[in-house]
Each structure stands twice: as structure tokens, then as C-alpha cells.
């Protein structure tokens, strides 16, 4: 494995824990959401 594979992996690792900390901190600001916009039951995002 050559240092720009291990960079790419390193790279696509920390791309997933961006978007996991995005989803998160979405249902963290909708934690008192009862409604969305639409009307309908706010309903937490997933990964």
C-alpha cells in the first residue's frame, strides 16, 4: 500500500464521520420538533 492509498482511505474514512456528525447534529436540533413544515411528524434522519 503506497502513502497515497492510505491517504484516499483516510480520506473516504473521515468524509463518512462528517456525514454521520451532520445527521446527528440535525436530529439533536430537532430533538422538540413535533411538526415539519409539510405538516407531517418529524421523523430522524439516519445514515
Do not use: C, H, W
Not at 456528525?21 to 430533538?31: C, Y
Not at 413535533?34 to 405538516?39: A, D, L, N, S, V
Amino acid at each position: 500500500m503506497d502513502l497515497f492509498t492510505a491517504m484516499k482511505i483516510s480520506s473516504s474514512g473521515m468524509s463518512l464521520q462528517r456525514s454521520r456528525m451532520n445527521v446527528i447534529s440535525s436530529n439533536l436540533a430537532n430533538i422538540n420538533t413535533t411538526r415539519t413544515p409539510e405538516g407531517g411528524p418529524y421523523r430522524r434522519k439516519m445514515v
